[in-house]
């Protein structure tokens, strides 16, 4: 079954941590998508990669960082500069130019 | 700039009455729209999409959307709304030249009472 998985679906960060949020695809799409979700807002463009080792950022980089060095992972890490985490952060991927993004069921962050 | 407006909080309808979810966008340029729905704690799922053609789009489990260019709107509708309905809905601006990336409204959390 194809789709996108993100792991873990919970987590939480002590003061000061980095904290790695995994996104694994099965469905060969080479464009992969981290968003962050805050009550209210909407969702908010983090990362994102269109091919392999290349990845720009979104609107809200900062704190944040991705690596790509597979077509299938798109991982984020959420770094100690990042002082607000505490989010529903969800990745997502698409096949071409027109087609729609598909969803992963995210991981909720929060601050111990 | 590009943006996406949904200008209801929250919709509320009885079940087996007409649905309609607002979203305004701006863009310069040609628009790639698109419509999401959530439910709690999970991600988004794909309702349907307007990329060039009839202004009347069709989608999943019973949606449709109406492309109108002079207004800059792109409502959803359902003809009758069931309870399983409720959830949250996310218009969305899809813009090639930035990758692809979506600009979202704020969302629309539809209630659908029995």
């Known amino acids: 079954d194809g789709g996108i998985t993100q792991s873990p679906k919970y987590l939480f960060r002590k003061e000061g941590q980095n904290v790695t949020l995994s996104c694994e695809q099965n469905l060969n799409h080479d464009a992969m998508y981290w968003y962050r979700q805050d009550p209210g807002q909407g969702l908010r463009l983090i990362y994102y990669s269109q091919i392999v080792n290349d990845f720009q950022k979104g609107d809200i980089a900062e704190g944040y960082s991705v690596s790509r060095e597979k077509k299938e992972s798109f991982p984020l890490t959420v770094t100690s500069a990042q002082k607000n985490p505490t989010a529903f952060y969800l990745c997502?991927?698409?096949?071409?130019?027109?087609?729609?993004?598909?969803f992963g069921d995210g991981t909720r962050l929060s601050i111990l | 700039a590009q943006s996406v407006a949904q200008p209801e909080d929250q919709v509320n309808v009885a079940e087996g009455n007409p649905l309609t979810v607002k979203c305004t966008y701006s863009?310069?340029?040609?628009?790639?729209l698109f419509w999401y729905v959530q439910y709690p704690n999970r991600g988004l799922q794909f309702l349907l999409k307007?990329?060039?053609?009839?202004?009347l789009v069709k989608g999943s489990y019973g949606f449709e959307a109406e492309f109108n260019k002079s207004q800059t709107s792109f409502h959803l509708k359902k003809p009758s709304a069931l309870v399983s309905d409720s959830a949250l809905y996310f218009c969305?601006?899809?813009?090639?030249?930035?990758?692809?990336?979506?600009?979202f409204g704020a969302g629309t959390i539809l209630r659908v009472k029995s």
């Open positions: 969305a601006l899809g813009l090639m030249e930035y990758g692809n990336k979506l600009v």
């Open positions: 863009v310069s340029g040609n628009p790639y």
């Open positions: 307007y990329i060039t053609g009839d202004n």
């Open positions: 997502a991927s698409r096949m071409d130019r027109v087609a729609p993004q598909h």
